[in-house]
């Protein structure tokens, strides 16, 4: 429940026994690129919720059709635009950063969609005949070790090198008939952009983390899936799934 560079929110005061709703948010699935006029679009993704806490899904890259592209879409993190020369999308201050711009090159080897935004920063732009890499993910250690999510996906190239994954989960950006990466679950990641003939690939989905003092005994109601470790003083509660209810006793 953070991001843009800010790897802990404040801490909130819950009253025992009370139900707070929890929703872990899904990753957007990806479009496709056609082999002739057409294609479908992918989707954002979907809200993480924590009471009143909401964090945005991560925006969908814009789709090409050989000769006309969309530009990225806002979410948490922006996402890529398509090939020809179509704009990345603007993240939202204090969850993840910018998508990169689509680029037509005179040749088929300049020729990228954008990468997409990461949770701690932009996705880099395009250069030569490499894909913009996709945005770093953000570090935490609010399970008591270090893990970095929310990194943006890599941009697709239709004939030159594909974009490398921002650190986090991102997937790396297709080439060619290679398909892009899928972005990894439970972390936010984005997919990297799809490359010329190929199917666009899901984000991965979110996780909600709580930590709280160890006397304390959390209950997930039905619909969430998640488990419980100790980290000295404190529990940490990892939810990986689902749609729920939560409460402490």
């Known amino acids: ?34 082999a002739g006029i057409g294609g479908t679009n992918g989707a ?19 789709r090409s059709d050989y000769s006309t592209s969309q530009s990225g879409f806002t979410g948490g993190s922006g996402g890529g635009g398509g090939l020809w020369n179509s704009g990345g999308a603007a993240g939202i201050a204090g969850q993840g950063g910018n998508g990169s711009a689509g680029v037509l ?8 969609s954008g990468a997409g935004g990461g949770a701690s920063g932009n996705a880099s732009s395009a250069s030569g005949t490499v894909a913009g890499r ?8 609010i399970t008591g070790s270090s893990v970095t999510r929310g990194g943006g996906g890599g941009g697709g190239s239709r004939t030159g090198t594909r974009g490398a994954a921002g650190t986090g989960g991102g997937g790396i950006g297709g080439t060619g008939n290679s398909a892009p990466g899928a972005g990894a679950a439970n972390t936010g ?19 909600v983390i709580l930590r709280y003092p160890k006397q304390y005994t959390i209950t997930l109601g039905a619909g969430l899936t998640g488990s419980t470790a100790t980290d000295g003083a404190d529990k940490v509660t990892t939810i990986t799934a689902g749609t729920g209810n939560v409460s402490w006793a």
């Open 1 to 34: 429940m953070s991001g843009d560079s800010t790897s802990t929110l404040s801490p909130v005061t819950r009253t025992l026994g009370t139900n707070d709703t929890v929703t872990v948010g899904g990753g957007g699935a990806g479009g496709s690129i056609p």
């Open 44 to 62: 954002n993704g979907s809200n993480s919720v924590f009471w009143t806490v909401t964090r945005t899904g991560g925006g969908r890259g814009g």
């Open 105 to 112: 090159g005179g040749t088929t080897s300049t020729q990228h």
């Open 134 to 141: 996709g945005g770093n993910g953000l570090t935490s250690a």
């Open 189 to 207: 990641g984005g997919a990297g952009g799809a490359g010329n003939v190929t199917v666009g690939k899901s984000g991965g989905s979110g996780v």
